[in-house]
Structures are given as C-alpha cells and as structure tokens.
C-alpha cells in the first residue's frame, strides 16, 4: 500500500524535487558520519554561487522542502487510520483533499469522489469505503435520505413490522426496573434509532407498567444517538408534540425537545457526547437495534508471508464477486446480474499495512489456515465498551441491549452486502445509494463485555420473544380483531415473521449486558 501511494506520488514531483531528495539524503549521511558536523538544526548555507548544495536556488529548495512536507503529512494521515463513523458527518476533512485541479464540479456523486481518491493515493482501506458511503455528508446514504421510507427506502426492521416487538422489549426493561428496586432516576439511550418508532413503542409500554405498580413515576430522560439531520426530523415527529414542542439547538450544538408522555428529549452526535456522573444514582437502559451491522469493518486475508489487508480498488468492467453466493449458485443468474458488473472490487494489499497488526496479534485468528478470510470491526469493539460503561456495576444499575443480524461461535468471513430495493446486490454497487450490512460477531462483543459486565444470551430472537410472552400479546390481539380477518392476518403474518427459523427468528440475535451479579432477566 505504502509502496503504491509514494509510486503514485512521486509522479507529481518536479524535477527539482528529484534533486533535492537525492542531495538531501547523501547530506544526512554525511552529517551522521562526520563527528564535527554542526548542529542539524541550522540553518544551511548556501554554496558558492549562492546555490544551496551547489544546485539549488533559495526558491528551488523551499519549494522542494513544502512539497516533501505535505507528502509525509499524507503518508501519516493514512497511517493513523480512519475515524469513528458517527464523527464523520459534516466535520472532518473528506479523503482525499481535493487539490487546485479538482473543481466541485468534477465529484458529481460517490463514485467520482473514489475514482479521485483511488487515483491520487491509490487502494483506500475497506473501512473507508463503507464510512464514506454510508456518512458522506453530500452523498452518504444516511445523511441524505430515509433508508425505512415505506416508499423508497431499501428495507424494513422489526419495530416496522410489528408495535408488539417494541412492545416485549418495553416489558423487559420494566421487569429490569422493577429487578433493580425502581430507580427514581432513568436515562433510556438508544443508538442509531431509525424513524424513532422502536422507541416510541418501549417507552409507551414502560410508561403504562409503570403507572400500575407505583404512584410515584421516575425521572425519565431520552438520549438518541444519531447523526442524520434527516432521521432527527422523522424521530422528532413521531415522538413529540411538533405542533407545540419546539426542536431546539443547545449551546452545545445538541438539538432537545419534549416526548409525548413529558419527558426531555436530547440528540447527539456521538457517544462520547454522552456524559456519566458516577456520584449520581442514575440507570441508563441501552438499547442498540441493527446499530452494530452498519459499522465499517476491514477484511483480511492469510497469506504464505501473513495478513494482508484487503483493499478497495478501481477497475472498471470487472465482474465484482463480492457478495456471497452459497454454494451450487454460481451459474449464469449471477453472471446476468448487473448488480455485480462494478466500477470497484477488493484487491489483496501486496505487503502488510498497519491494520495487519490486528489479526496478526489476536489468538483467536492465531491457528485459521492460509486462505482463510475474516472480517473485523474495530468500531464495534469501541461502542461494546462504551454500553458496558453505561451499565453502573457499583449501584447495580442500568442493562442494555444489542439486536442484530450476526453470528455466534464463527468468525464471519466474507459477509459484507449491499441493499437495494429490498434486495441484497454487491456492495461496490451504485455507493451512497446502497445500504451496506454485515454479520455482527457476537462472539467478540461477549468476549470484550465479559470482563466489565454481566452478560446473558446472545439468543434467537424468536425463542426470546417467545420468553418474553409474544405468543400471549398475539392471542390478545386476533380475539380483538375477531371480526376482522384482513387485520388477523396481518397480525398473524408479523408475528410469524419475526418468530419463524425461517425468517428473522433465527438470524437476528438478543444480548443483555447487566451489572456483575444481576439476577437471570426474563427473556434468557
């Protein structure tokens, strides 16, 4: 990688520069070896003829020495690695700068902004591609549309599907504050809420239980983290009064408001942006739905010589392979498939880059065969520890919950697709307008959680709404509709769809983390 990007570079060097690199180096040399060379730190001298090194004019070298300057800056900028994805909406510098021969003009949509990219520094790392699809603040998916729209979003989640799936998970964290002597003080938290609508439905649920059993209700605030401008407004909407509430700007940037049922409402950026005062007596209830799939991940390859990182790179008119195709499949339907014939494919990195440290370092990856393939999200491992935090071990506080499409006991491999129109294409397909997912490895989550909280599951979310009580809300609700058949079905139809092994029952996972010492929770 490395070798690609100074290949490429150096072919913007001037001639001077070639020169001055070249004199420069020997010149170290020499001060290195000669015991009575001055101190490196002056100033140097012109030669005779006023030349710097005898070949230089004073304007030759200074232009020479910025030039060198801004590429080590480059090169270092790459190697630091990418950013957290919910930091990247709107405040940082978008890779690669664009440079004075690069008008606005040119960058027409995502795949003009890689072809720059590709074509300035070479291959960009897998985890960039996906940040920048999904978070560009001009072309990302997330930051200019609504991916749950009925109409023209590209697919539908659980609490879409069904109030009653909301409804199991309200009940639970009623169960929870009940368990943990109902705290006075509660913070419900939910990463990446989409339209709002799971939420809306637990705190509905929890309000109502708890109205029933106490006559003193709790201090309840809501913090939802989530970057897109578009999805505030949705959330907004539909949790608020936004005929009398008003979506307000804190000073410190935060948009607030008030729910529906008179609890404080604040969005944020990021989870840093959250703040936790242990001397306060506060639960925080978590909860992360299909959050952690949507994460930037790196792919890597075992080779003969070690991990390779796999890059993206940009080759028109290859057949990208890159979504998975079980076995018996690779026949002409997916050769037709014009979802596949993309301007982007993964290229395996020559030499190890410094994200092959990774893999390199785990025991778990430790004795895979050569040709093994894995993926790895850093940014998952950062927000597992940031929930983990959230639960209070020293009051017996807080529980969290994290529901997603993955794995447990396998280390996902070559999971990355695309969305689009309710249907899985390749990832490298129209970028920006593709929604991108992958496994969550669930196994990992439990192995970082572990060490600093409680944790039950993971567990199919079938068998754990049927814990919960699903099958008795689902009866309930067909003898009202009695004389609906039309409404039955649908009823029936959501249920089965989101129980069914077949569906999403067993593919989607449930896991709690809890305060060290909790009792078993319902649903486990």
């Known amino acids: 990688m490395l070798r690609q990007l100074y290949r490429q570079s150096t072919t ?21 070896s000669d015991p009575q060379a001055k101190n490196p730190s002056t100033k140097i001298p012109p030669h005779k003829d006023g030349l710097y090194f005898g070949q230089f004019t004073e304007e030759e070298y200074k232009e020479a020495a910025r030039v060198i300057k801004e590429q080590i800056a480059k090169l270092e900028g790459e190697i630091k690695g990418d950013h957290n994805v919910r930091e990247n909406i709107g405040k940082l510098p978008q890779f690669p700068e664009q440079g ?55 697919f539908i989640t659980s609490p879409e599907i069904s109030s009653v799936f909301g409804e199991m998970i309200g009940i639970w964290y009623f169960t929870i504050w009940q368990s943990q002597n109902q705290p006075k003080q509660i913070r419900f938290i939910e990463f990446g809420p989409g339209k709002g609508t799971l939420i809306s439905d637990v705190l509905k649920t929890f309000n109502q239980f708890v ?13 939802l983290i989530e970057a897109s401008r578009v999805l505030r407004l949705e959330q907004y909407r539909l949790l608020c009064n936004y005929e009398k509430d008003t979506f307000e700007t804190t000073k410190e940037g935060f948009n607030r408001s008030t729910t529906k049922w008179g609890t404080i409402i604040t969005w944020v950026d990021t989870e840093k942006d959250i703040k936790q005062d ?55 339907s997916a050769l037709k498939d014009p979802t596949l014939d993309t301007e982007f494919h993964l290229t395996v990195s020559p030499k190890e880059t410094p994200a092959s440290m990774i893999p ?8 895979l065969p050569v040709e093994s393939r894995i993926e790895i999200c850093p940014d998952a491992e950062l927000y ?32 990355l697709r695309g969305i689009y129109k309710h249907n899985f294409v390749s990832p490298f397909y129209k970028p920006g307008e593709v929604d991108l997912s992958i496994d969550v490895d669930f196994t990992n989550l439990k192995n ?77």
């Not at 009695?482 to 009823?491: C, H, L, P, V, W």
Request: charged share 25%; net charge neutral.
């Open 211 to 223: 109205q029933k059993v106490s006559e003193m209700k709790p201090d309840v605030e809501v913090v």
């Open 278 to 332: 242990e001397s306060q007596k506060l639960a925080n209830y978590v909860i992360a739905h299909e959050f952690f799939d949507a994460l930037p991940i790196k792919s890597f390859i075992k080779k003969e010589e070690g991990w390779r990182e796999l890059v993206v790179e940009d080759t028109p008119t290859v057949l990208n392979t890159q979504l998975k195709l079980e076995s018996g499949e690779h026949n002409l």
């Open 12 to 32: 913007c060097f001037t001639q001077t520069t070639r020169r001055y690199l070249a004199s420069s180096y020997d010149d170290s040399f020499k001060q290195k």
């Open 100 to 154: 004075p021969a690069a008008s606005q003009d040119s960058i027409k949509n995502l795949t003009d902004f890689f072809k720059q990219a590709i074509k300035l520094t070479g291959p960009i790392t897998l985890s960039s591609y996906m940040r920048q699809c999904l978070t560009h603040p001009d072309f990302g998916y997330y930051t200019t549309r609504d991916p749950l729209n009925l109409k023209t979003g590209d």
């Open 448 to 524: 970082l959680a572990e060490n600093v909280v409680g944790i039950e599951g993971p567990i199919n979310q079938g068998d754990w709404l049927h814990n919960i009580g699903i099958g008795y809300r689902i009866d309930q609700l067909l003898k009202q509709n009695s004389n609906n058949e039309a409404t039955q079905d649908k009823i029936y139809g959501a249920y089965k769809r989101l129980t069914d092994e077949d569906q999403m029952g067993k593919i989607y996972k449930f896991m709690a983390l809890l305060p060290k010492g909790s009792q078993k929770p319902i649903g486990f």
């Open 384 to 415: 597992t520890l940031k929930i983990a935090q959230l639960v209070d071990n020293v009051n017996s506080l807080g529980a969290a919950l994290i529901i997603d499409y993955g794995v447990v006991d396998q280390i996902p491999e070559n999971s």
């Open 360 to 367: 390199k370092l785990s025991k778990r990856y430790k004795d």
